[in-house]
C-alpha cells in the first residue's frame, strides 16, 4: 500500500526529456510512446518488486515545440502532442508549398540523441545532429525508414525548390522550379520551354553555369540539333543553370547580361508548372 501511495501521484517529465520515479530513479520518457514508457518502467522495477503492474495515465501535455519553416503552407512553431513522424508534422504545417524544394533538412540538439537517418552529421559547432530526406521518399513512401520520429525542439527546413532558365529563341521562355529534382537534363528543360521557337540555332547553344571562383558563368556548348536527333549525349543541368538558345540571325546576347537578368528577375516569368 505504501509503495502505491508513492507512485500514484503525478510526476514531470524534465525538458530533457527525463523523470525522476521512487526506487528507479530517472528514466529517459522522451520519444516514448505511453506504452513503451510503461515496459521501460516494469523492467526496471522488476530488479525491486515481484511481477510489477505499471499503469500510466497522461495528465496534461506540456510544451513540445517543433519549429517548421520554409516552404510549407502554414510556417512557425507547432505543438507535438504525443509522437508524430516526419509527415505528420509537416501536415501540422498545412503541408507543402507548391514550390518546395528536393529535400527536408531536420536538426536536433545533439544532447536529444543523433538523428536516426543514415545521412545525420554533427554541424560545425558540434551541438546538432542534422540530416536531410527526400521530398519524394516522404511522399511517395519509398522508404518508411525515412520518415523517423520528431522530437520537441526538432528544426524542420524545407527550402524553396532551385530554378533552372531557358532563354532565348524557345516558345515559353523562363525560370523552371525542379522541385524535387536535383537537376534535369537540357532536352528536359527545353520541353518545359515547349520547344524551339522562331528562327533559332539550336547547334550554336549553351549552357551557362555559374562558378565557385568567379563571377563569370562558364560557357558549357551543346548542339541542340544533334541532341534532339539522338546524334549526340544529353547534358545535365544544374540549379541556377541558364540555357541560352541563339537566333539565326546572330544577335549574341552577353554572359554578364544573362547574370544580370537572371539575378533581378528583370523580364524573367518563374514557370511553376
Avoid at 525560370?175 to 521557337?197: K, P, T, V, Y
Avoid at 522562331?198 to 563571377?215: E, F, G, W
Wanted: include cysteine; charge should be positive.
Amino acid at each position: 500500500l505504501g509503495l502505491e501511495a508513492e507512485f500514484d501521484k503525478p510526476v514531470r517529465i524534465d525538458l530533457n526529456g527525463a523523470v525522476d520515479l521512487p526506487l528507479i530513479g530517472s528514466i529517459t520518457a522522451g520519444g516514448l510512446t505511453v506504452d513503451e514508457l510503461k515496459t521501460q518502467i516494469a523492467r526496471r522495477l522488476e530488479t525491486q518488486v515481484r511481477h510489477p503492474v505499471v499503469s500510466i495515465s497522461v495528465v496534461e501535455f506540456g510544451s513540445q515545440p517543433v519549429s517548421i519553416l520554409g516552404a510549407v503552407n502554414n510556417p512557425g512553431v507547432h505543438q507535438l502532442r504525443g509522437r508524430r513522424n516526419l509527415a505528420e508534422v509537416l501536415s501540422l504545417a498545412g503541408g507543402l508549398r507548391s514550390d518546395a524544394g528536393y529535400a527536408i533538412k531536420i536538426s536536433r540538439q545533439i544532447r536529444q540523441k543523433a538523428i536516426p537517418l543514415p545521412s545525420a552529421k554533427l554541424d560545425a559547432t558540434g551541438e546538432f545532429s542534422v540530416a536531410e530526406v527526400r521530398v519524394k521518399q516522404i511522399l511517395d513512401a519509398t522508404n518508411p525508414d525515412c520518415n523517423i520520429p520528431i522530437q520537441p525542439h526538432d528544426v524542420i527546413t524545407v527550402p524553396p525548390a532551385e530554378l533552372v532558365y531557358v532563354l532565348g529563341a524557345v516558345r515559353k521562355p523562363g525560370g523552371f522550379l525542379l522541385h524535387d529534382r536535383e537537376s534535369i537534363s537540357a532536352l528536359h528543360a527545353l520541353s518545359l520551354a515547349e520547344g524551339l521557337g522562331s528562327t533559332p540555332a539550336p547547334q550554336n547553344s549553351l549552357i551557362l553555369r555559374k562558378t565557385a571562383d568567379s563571377t563569370d558563368r562558364q560557357e558549357i556548348p551543346i548542339d541542340l540539333r544533334k541532341v534532339l536527333a539522338g546524334r549526340s549525349p544529353d547534358v545535365m543541368m544544374q540549379a541556377n543553370d541558364v540555357l541560352l538558345v541563339p537566333t539565326s540571325t546572330g544577335k549574341k546576347i552577353a554572359a554578364r547580361a544573362i547574370e544580370a537578368i537572371v539575378q533581378t528577375g528583370t523580364g524573367i516569368a518563374i514557370w511553376r508548372r
